[in-house]
């Protein structure tokens, strides 16, 4: 129940490609999704999150959709670019402690 | 905002010492979290605090680990007897604030036990 699934474990996409990326939860009780995009050697950095109120939330090439029902949420990456290569991990947070439970992680990479 | 900052970014270690990782979230921040991340895996919780109050402890936190967090604002990370199994990348992540927050990541300190 404490599961995020993510997929694919790997994406090859062409520069200017849409980028999409999948993650499934059973526990009803999450309330937030975050979105990390992580570098080798780096830390996650946080790039969008949502909440369940909403269905869609985009900030600038990055888009979550959100679908309650299904206990699903995606990350679209419009016009994909090389410097998007990197590990993107979805994860899911409910009641105190609020913490995270990752995915699996996907490996993107976007050929020049 | 400086960020979330850790040290030291490497360790190297033999079997059976003790190692000490230190964080220093965000400023203000009342929350800070430990992750562990091993190869090709997504962090897994380890304990968080709440200002200097540690209020939650996972299961993969052996008696060998233990976590401080004085005066609520850097926190410690102690591995007693380091064993192979505790290599991995040791995350900090720090947020502010009531319910489920964004939680801002440092770059983590990278143990390696020989």
């Known amino acids: 129940q404490q599961q995020v699934k993510q997929s694919p474990q790997s994406l090859i996409v062409q520069k200017g490609g849409i980028s999409i990326i999948n993650c499934a939860y059973e526990?009803?009780?999450?309330?937030?999704f975050p979105w990390y995009q992580q570098f080798p050697g780096k830390g996650p950095a946080l790039l969008i999150a949502?909440?369940?109120?909403?269905s869609e939330k985009k900030e600038g090439r990055f888009t979550i959709s959100f679908n309650k029902s299904a206990k699903q949420f995606s990350l679209h990456i419009m016009d994909s670019q090389p410097g998007d290569s990197a590990t993107y991990f979805c994860?899911?947070?409910?009641?105190?402690?609020?913490?995270?439970?990752f995915g699996t992680g996907t490996r993107l990479k976007v050929l020049a | 905002d400086t960020g979330v900052s850790q040290d030291p970014r490497h360790k190297i270690t033999k079997r059976g010492q003790n190692v000490t990782f230190r964080c220093d979230p965000i400023?203000?921040?009342?929350?800070l979290y430990w992750y562990r991340q091993t190869l090709g895996q997504g962090p897994e919780f380890l304990t968080y605090?709440?200002?200097?109050?540690?209020?939650?402890k996972s299961r993969l936190l052996s008696d060998r680990f233990s976590a401080e967090r004085p005066k609520g604002s850097f926190s410690t990370l102690e591995i007693q007897r380091t064993e192979q199994g505790d290599s991995a990348m040791y995350l900090c992540?720090?947020?502010?604030?009531?319910?489920?927050?964004?939680?801002?990541f440092g770059d983590g300190t990278r143990l390696s036990i020989l």
């Open positions: 992540a720090s947020s502010l604030g009531a319910g489920s927050q964004p939680q801002h």
């Open positions: 526990n009803t009780a999450f309330d937030y």
């Open positions: 949502i909440r369940p109120d909403v």
């Open positions: 994860a899911a947070s409910s009641y105190s402690p609020y913490k995270y439970i």
């Open positions: 400023s203000e921040h009342n929350r």
């Open positions: 605090f709440q200002n200097e109050a540690q209020l939650e």
